[in-house]
């Protein structure tokens, strides 16, 4: 892997994930009512159904907005983002709630089918230079859609990239700005084979010491923008592939066969759609046809 020296001279400090929650110091108590109020304003805006076991992840994840802004309940809190006129405090609500786990080269087989069929079948197909657009709905810290372009690099003569655009887009505004940056802790590129992480990332020295950074070749395949899944999409044109993976098994039935009908109609005919494994559109009305457990074809 490659040493590289990047931000010598503007020391950019590395967020840890945000403010430690305050450990050792005593939570406020959620009551029912309070929690049924928080949840059903984060299922409003962003389809995400917090049962009532949530109820403790709740009270642990908001309880640093109290704490900053000396409320003495959560019902206080609820009122502050209801009557925020910004938005800026469902932002931050919705930043807090959203689970962000992810993994470069997650769930394996997906990215295999992507290089070895998908690919080589797009590119046969394919009379002049490659228009393909691919799409990482909820994307999180960006591992998904960058391994997505390590597949795409990996496998096409790079001249033939200059027409292919992977989206990407997370209603997390936090996870984003990780994802923009394109630096990770060396831990998180263990998945990958040590010639992938040769070939695709630099390696940080000083300040940077136990970091790695995607190659800006990587990184020009990728734009990063937020989007609500709930709000209606604002592509003028179709995507070749969407993976939305592992985002579905946060929403209700009827939110799902909205959301998987969505995707069926931004696809160009044929395009592909990829759900995390351990999500079905079983019981799930659509027009999909099934090619692969959690691979669907228009
Ligand atoms: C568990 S992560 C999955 C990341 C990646 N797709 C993967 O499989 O590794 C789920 C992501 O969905 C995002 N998400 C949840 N609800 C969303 C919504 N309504 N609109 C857009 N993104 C959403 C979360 O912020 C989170 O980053």
Redesign the pocket.
């Known amino acids: 892997m490659a040493h590289f020296a990047w931000g010598k001279s503007r020391q950019t400090k590395i967020d840890q994930g945000g403010a430690a929650s305050g450990l050792g110091l005593v939570m406020p108590d959620i009551t029912e009512a309070e929690f049924n109020q928080l949840s059903q304003l984060v299922y409003q805006h ?3 159904h917090l049962p009532p076991q949530k109820k403790e992840l709740v009270r642990s994840r908001l309880t640093k907005f109290l704490r900053n802004r000396k409320l003495s309940s959560f019902h206080e809190y609820y009122q502050q983002v209801l009557h925020d006129t910004t938005g800026l405090e469902l932002i931050n609500l919705l930043d807090a709630i ?6 470069f080269w ?2 394996p087989k997906h990215f295999e089918f992507l290089g070895q069929e998908l690919l080589p079948t797009l590119k046969q197909k394919c009379k002049s230079m490659p228009q393909w657009r691919f799409w ?5 810290s960006g ?2 859609p960058y391994t997505m372009a390590m597949v795409l690099l990996n496998t096409m003569n790079h001249k033939d990239l200059n027409g292919v655009k992977i989206y990407a ?4 505004t936090q ?1 984003l700005n990780q994802a923009q940056r394109g630096i990770y802790p060396m831990s998180r590129v263990e998945p990958l084979s040590p010639e992938w992480r040769r070939r695709y990332f630099q390696r940080g020295v000083n300040q940077f010491e136990g970091y790695v950074r995607v190659k800006p070749e990587v990184k020009q395949l990728v734009e990063f923008f937020r ?4 709000d209606p999409f604002p592509f003028k044109q179709e995507f070749d592939v969407i ?1 939305c ?3 579905m098994i ?1 929403f209700e039935k009827t939110t799902q066969t909205e959301l998987v009908n969505k995707f069926y109609q931004c696809l160009k005919p044929h395009g592909y759609l990829f759900i ?1 494994h351990s999500e079905s559109l079983c019981n799930i009305s659509h027009q999909f046809a099934y090619i692969k457990p959690t691979i669907y074809r228009k």
Request: charged residues 20%.
């Open positions: 962003a389809g995400i959203s689970t962000n786990m992810t993994a997650r769930e990482s709905a909820g994307c999180s591992e998904e887009s997370d209603i997390n996870v989007l609500n899944l709930m993976f993976r592992n985002v946060y995390g």
